[in-house]
Structure formats: C-alpha cells, structure tokens
C-alpha cells in the first residue's frame, strides 16, 4: 500500500525541486554588487521617460476574461465533437445545456455594456 504513494511523493518531490533548485543557485551565485544604475527602471536598455506605473483600463481585463471563458468552451467541446456517436442523446442535451449556459452569459455581458469599447 505504501508502496503505491512512494511514486507519488517521488514525483511531489522532483516537481518541487526542479523549479525551486535553479532559483536557490541563481540567489547564491548572483554578483551581489548593486549600483543605482543597476537598480534603475529601463525598458529595451533605454531609460524610463515619465512615469513606470501606467494603469490600464478595466476593459482590456474584461476582454481578456471573456477570451478566456469563451476559449476554455471550445477545450470543454473538443472531446464532446471527438466522440459524438458514443455519447448519444444525453451527450447531445448535455453540450446543448452547456452552451447555452455560455450564450446566457455573452448575452448578459452585452446587456451590461462589458462589450461596448469607451
């Protein structure tokens, strides 16, 4: 029995470290010299002209969300259109029902004028 949990912490332990070994090197072995020129804001090797904390609109986060809804429906579709003959009438109902869950929700999104582009 334990035996079969031993895969698993082996693999939550290679998963672990992997990420975090490469990061702790790279802490060590850093050249610990700062100099305000080093520490300075650049962008493309040239030097900040105004402020660095630009705020964006809300409305480029919205869009983004709605991509990633919409985007993660046709991930949820793909498997349901790969096996179409297999999963019959209920399969047909249920995809039906998810979509037009999906549709309630661009439609609640235009009411609301998230789409609309100030």
């Known amino acids: 029995m334990l035996a079969n949990y031993a895969l698993i912490g082996i693999f939550l332990v290679a998963a672990i470290s992997f990420p975090l070994i490469p990061l702790v090197l790279a802490f060590f072995l850093r050249p610990k010299r700062p100099t305000p020129l080093k520490t300075s804001t650049y962008e493309c090797g040239l030097e900040a002209i105004g402020d660095v904390h630009v705020q ?3 409305q480029y986060y919205l869009y983004a969300l709605a991509f990633v809804i919409f985007d993660i ?5 793909y498997p349901w259109a790969v096996a179409f003959n297999a999963v019959g009438l209920y399969g047909l109902i249920a995809a039906t029902i998810f979509l037009l869950m999906l549709f309630a929700g661009l439609l609640y999104e235009w009411r609301k004028g998230a789409l609309e582009w100030v």
């Open 56 to 58: 964006f609109k809300v």
């Open 73 to 77: 429906e046709v991930i949820f579709l």
